[in-house]
């Protein structure tokens, strides 16, 4: 179990209901987004954690359970729940020994009978069992050991979309991805691939936010059908598809993106509906209201900062979202006040003068700052040298291209291009054309002789074939 009280705590209130927000998740999720919550909300802490400890319960991890008893405990402790339940711990012990030793022994006897169904549901069942009592790298095992076993693309799809979640809960991305295309590269039928297309696109857009490439983590969300539902609730719900591809696509994609991909797409729009905020968000910066996009993003702020996967990114996140609107609101002008955009923005004109400092080092934003006048003026070009340059460049792009075709012209002329023709003799004979002068040649036809003799005159009625090893005549 991650060490979860290492990390910041939030002190403000969240705006979601927590019974409302984990209603939308099922399985191990569910506790890790509870721990997560209690560990750094203080406004929920009492009640996140009491779910997790009742969530753990549920189930057959003694660690868990343990982990979030011992944190009630630091901040409550003398809640009823607060204190070990030591009898629920021996007996889910004993009960977990004793599944994991009857699925082993049911696993040997499936392989002494060398029936591959029996042996693939029986890796299947020890995988499931291992990943409920918390051993990721035993199920992960389990799971992949199907392979050797499956007989129809129904089950290689069931291990891959297993191997997805285990994969998931170690944070191994690569896996992820991996496992996803190889269940898109498996022919099935069209209903199948309808039902599969979300989850997949779901699992492959939380794959690249984890490794920060935003933009491809926005159109895999982007491009996931409306039928998700609750069917991957145990990684992510419909409501973080909207969520993790509203805020991805804001950072990095133009305004026209923005437009075409995301306000106008008819299956992504059921996602937004959902989390109708991120929908105006987004509006609001293609309308150019960049001050009312960036004052609703704040006020969800430490809801993103709650949440299990998207907490890492939320700053990074914001920084490029607020970076764009800055950079957009200052094209149309040549020189705008630092108090004016201060307004705008929301923001105090220290601050915003710190953060115009920063990307006009980073090379985000081409302009100055006039500390007297407390302007921002954009650097100004001048038109006429950058229309020398680019006609110098078409020059010399010209010349080259004239220089080249002279050549060829002249190599032509002086009948030095070999053509490469089938000869009778082979495929890699190759038809010397040095027999035909062509016109303007200084080269002259080709003479033979007898033997020990000066060349006499032209050749009649024979054609020269080249070699690679030289030249001969043929009759």
């Known amino acids: 179990m991650e060490n979860q009280t290492a990390a910041n705590v939030y002190s403000?209130?969240?705006?979601?209901?927590?019974?409302?927000?984990?209603?939308?998740?099922?399985?191990?999720?569910?506790?890790?987004?509870?721990?997560?919550?209690?560990?750094?909300?203080?406004?929920?802490?009492?009640?996140?954690l009491k779910g997790a400890v009742l969530e753990a319960k549920k189930g057959q991890d003694t660690a868990?359970?343990?982990?979030?008893?011992?944190?009630?405990?630091?901040?409550?402790?003398?809640?009823?729940?607060?204190?070990?339940?030591?009898?629920?711990?021996?007996?889910?012990?004993?009960?977990?020994?004793?599944?994991?030793?009857?699925?082993?022994?049911?696993?040997?006897?499936?392989?002494?009978?060398l029936i591959k169904e029996s042996i693939r549901v029986g890796n299947e069942e020890l995988g499931t069992h291992y990943l409920s009592i918390g051993n990721v790298s035993d199920s992960l095992k389990a799971f992949g050991r199907m392979r050797d076993f499956c007989t129809n693309t129904h089950h290689l799809v069931e291990m891959a979309s297993n191997l997805i979640i285990v994969a998931v809960e170690q944070k191994n991305w690569v896996l992820v991805q991996s496992n996803v295309q190889k269940i898109r590269n498996i022919q099935q039928r069209t209903d199948d691939e309808a039902k599969l297309q979300p989850k997949l696109c779901a699992a492959s857009g939380l794959a690249y936010l984890s490794q920060k490439d935003y933009h491809h983590a926005a159109l895999s969300f982007i491009q996931a059908e409306a039928n998700l539902g609750s069917s991957f609730n145990q990684v992510l719900s419909s409501n973080d598809v909207a969520v993790y591809g509203g805020l991805c696509a804001l950072a990095s994609m133009n305004r026209n993106e923005l437009k075409k991909l995301v306000l106008e797409s008819s299956s992504f729009r059921t996602y937004l509906e959902l989390e109708p905020h991120i929908r105006q968000i987004i509006s609001?910066?293609?309308?150019?209201?960049?001050?009312?996009?960036?004052?609703?993003?704040?006020?969800?702020?430490?809801?993103?900062?709650?949440?299990?996967?998207?907490?890492?990114?939320?700053?990074?996140?914001y920084y490029a979202i607020r970076?764009?609107?800055?950079v957009q609101y200052f094209i149309p002008f040549s020189c705008v006040t630092i108090d004016s955009?201060?307004?705008?923005?929301?923001?105090?004109?220290?601050?915003?003068e710190g953060e115009l400092v920063d990307m006009i080092e980073m090379g985000a934003l081409a302009a100055r700052i006039d500390t007297q006048k407390r302007f921002l003026v954009s650097k100004r070009t001048d038109k006429r040298q950058a229309v020398h340059e680019q006609a110098l460049e078409l020059a010399k792009s010209y010349e080259q291209t004239a220089r080249l075709r002279l050549m060829r012209i002249n190599i032509v002329s002086a009948g030095l291009d070999l053509r490469a023709t089938r000869?009778?003799?082979?495929?890699?004979?190759?038809?010397?054309?040095?027999?035909?002068?062509?016109?303007?040649?200084?080269?002259?036809?080709?003479?033979?002789?007898?033997?020990?003799?000066?060349?006499?005159?032209?050749?009649?009625?024979k054609k020269v074939v080249g070699k690679y090893k030289g030249l001969h005549t043929k009759s």
């Not at 339940?85 to 499936?110: H, I, N, P, Q, S």
């Not at 705008?344 to 004109?349: D, I, K, L, P, Y």
């Open 12 to 48: 403000e209130p969240p705006r979601f209901d927590l019974d409302g927000y984990i209603t939308n998740y099922a399985g191990r999720t569910r506790f890790e987004r509870f721990m997560w919550i209690g560990c750094h909300s203080p406004h929920l802490a009492h009640d996140a």
């Open 64 to 113: 868990r359970y343990e982990c979030a008893v011992a944190t009630l405990s630091s901040i409550s402790p003398h809640d009823p729940d607060a204190s070990l339940d030591k009898e629920w711990v021996e007996k889910t012990t004993k009960r977990v020994r004793a599944d994991t030793e009857r699925f082993e022994t049911e696993l040997k006897g499936f392989k002494n009978n």
């Open 284 to 317: 609001l910066f293609c309308n150019s209201k960049y001050g009312q996009s960036l004052a609703i993003l704040e006020a969800y702020k430490n809801d993103y900062l709650l949440d299990f996967h998207l907490h890492g990114h939320v700053t990074e996140l």
């Open 323 to 326: 970076t764009k609107c800055i």
């Open 341 to 352: 955009m201060a307004k705008a923005f929301g923001a105090s004109e220290v601050a915003l």
């Open 423 to 461: 000869g009778k003799e082979g495929n890699n004979a190759l038809t010397d054309e040095f027999a035909t002068s062509p016109t303007g040649s200084s080269f002259s036809p080709i003479q033979t002789g007898g033997a020990g003799s000066a060349a006499a005159g032209p050749v009649e009625g």
